[in-house]
């Protein structure tokens, strides 16, 4: 098998980060009330140098989160918005609870990052009094359950302006890009972007035959019905080949290679918050 691209977390992943950099601290949302851009889980680390990794807010809560690294204790909590700080009230509405965790266990982080080299979906709880991790399982009261899926990974079909477009797009936002050769994961979102449609069929076949997430094809619905005749003569039968998007994206008909990329990312991006929802 062969991965173009390190299947891992992002360049800027706050866990990535402490492991290279020790002596941080790591800011988890826990709880999100009203409009609030982020998911309960997500994450910054920050060190008293004023460096930062990752963010969790605009950018005056996570300068006021920054403020509390001192705070004793092994967790901080900080809640911002309704019933949290009157000067730091959170423009989207609603509240936000933050836990500061001032010394994360380092054999706890490696094993976030294991789980996402490995392109697992890491399910663990933590304590919110005294930052201990555990897997999973019977939480105590004061535990706050995390699920960390791995980033979605691409597998990217093509050699034209399409293709090119998409893999810019997808490296532009460092999500990983796996090998044509490779097997597709559960977190893995193919896409076939050929002009010349019997060049597709090799690797939907293979699609369809992993456990990939969104499997979708260039290509108008008479491209659509072709090859979902070709494939049904393979021995794919409805139901797997209703796996196949197609067209895809969210805008069609579209014909710039660039705007093809973009409505297809977005459609696989939306796909991918459903899954992991």
């Not at 933050?98 to 392109?119: T, Y």
């Not at 072709?226 to 008909?253: C, H, K, N, Y």
Request: aromatic share 4%; hydrophobic share 45%; charged share 20%.
């Amino acid at each position: 098998m062969s991965i173009s691209a390190p299947i891992t977390a992002t360049a800027d992943c706050p866990v990535k980060a402490l492991l290279r950099r020790p002596g941080g601290s790591l800011a988890m949302l826990t709880d999100a009330k009203g409009g609030f851009p982020r998911r309960p889980g997500a994450m910054m680390a920050l060190w008293p140098d004023g460096g930062r990794v990752g963010r969790l807010g605009a950018g005056c809560i996570d300068a006021d989160i920054a403020a509390h690294l001192d705070a004793p204790g092994p967790v901080t909590r900080l809640t911002y918005g309704v019933g949290g700080p009157v000067d730091l009230p959170l423009p989207c509405g609603g509240t936000v609870q933050i836990a500061l965790i001032h010394k994360p266990d380092p054999d706890w982080l490696g094993a976030i990052w294991d789980d996402r080299i490995r392109r697992r979906t890491g399910r663990w709880c933590l304590n919110l009094r005294t930052g201990a991790p555990c897997r999973a399982g019977d939480p105590d009261p004061d535990d706050f359950s995390l699920v960390l899926p791995p980033p979605p990974a691409f597998q990217i079909h093509g050699e034209g302006d399409e293709a090119q477009a998409l893999t810019t797009l997808v490296t532009a936002m460092d999500m990983p890009v796996m090998g044509q050769d490779a097997t597709p994961d559960a977190h893995t979102a193919v896409v076939t972007l050929f002009h010349d449609h019997d060049r597709e069929l090799p690797a939907l076949a293979r699609a369809l035959r992993s456990e990939a997430f969104y499997i979708g094809a260039l290509g108008s619905r008479r491209a659509q019905a072709a090859r979902l005749a070709a494939l049904t003569e393979q021995g794919f039968d409805l139901v797997t080949l209703d796996r196949i998007t197609g067209p895809i994206g969210v805008v069609s008909p579209a014909r710039d290679p660039r705007l093809i990329a973009a409505s297809a990312l977005t459609q696989i991006l939306a796909a991918y918050e459903v899954l992991t929802a």
